[in-house]
């Protein structure tokens, strides 16, 4: 466990520049959603609360989606996400589309926040915590460590290319890689579970006290 904790410290530090640029790439993902919603204008916002609205009146009209389709939706989406960023990084010209996979995911999480605070203010942010936020603890950091790690990888094969050193095994760092993506879509299977017997329990429970 101390030379796995060693490990994982050196590998953090030796790549702290990456980890540091993805984090902020996520960030300025959120920043920007924020500022779309802001830049909706009246008739836009208001078409989409629209949906909102009338996915709301499904609650409260007891019409519940189950909690198994919720996890098997959740954890769906979730793999093929990390399957995406785990195949861009196995190739050298994916890097880009790493980037903007995880700067995307940001402006969706920076949107939906936004938007639902702006429409129904301290409702909307007790909302966003409880619906949004318990899954979003864990999968968050799944997507920035993933995302790391695959620009870390193509950056690697990269290295290998220009200086010749594509014959040196690759098997070690590939094995390593694939350990490290197979935990990851485990963290987001937990999380998966947290949306749908969690975050969604919570979720209904408060948009029924809100029209009660």
């Not at 802001?38 to 078409?47: A, E, G, P, R, T």
């Not at 909102?52 to 409260?60: A, D, H, P, V």
């Amino acid at each position: 466990m101390y030379k796995n904790r060693t490990l994982i410290m050196n590998h953090v530090k030796e790549h702290a520049t990456i980890y540091l640029f993805m984090i902020i790439l996520f960030l300025t993902g959120i920043i920007f959603g924020a500022i779309i919603v802001n830049s909706m204008n009246f008739v836009q916002k208001q078409d989409l609360f629209f949906y909102l609205e009338r996915f709301f009146s499904q609650i409260t009209d007891n019409q519940h989606i189950e909690k198994q389709e919720i996890l098997k939706a959740s954890f769906s989406y979730h793999a093929k996400y990390l399957l995406l960023l785990f195949l861009l990084g196995l190739s050298v010209i994916g890097l880009p589309l790493v980037w903007i996979l995880l700067f995307i995911k940001g402006v969706v999480v920076g949107f939906s926040v936004g938007f639902i605070v702006n429409q129904l203010g301290i409702k909307g942010l007790f909302l966003a915590a409880l619906s949004i936020a318990p899954q979003n603890i864990l999968i968050i950091p799944v997507y920035i460590i993933a995302g790391s790690l695959s620009m870390i990888f193509s950056l690697t094969l990269l290295s290998k290319l220009f200086t010749r050193k594509i014959s040196q095994p690759v098997f070690q760092p590939f094995g390593r890689y694939v350990m490290i993506f197979a935990i990851l879509l485990g963290i987001s299977f937990i999380a998966a579970i947290l949306e749908a017997y969690v975050a969604n329990g919570a979720m209904e429970s408060l948009i029924e006290s809100f029209y009660q």
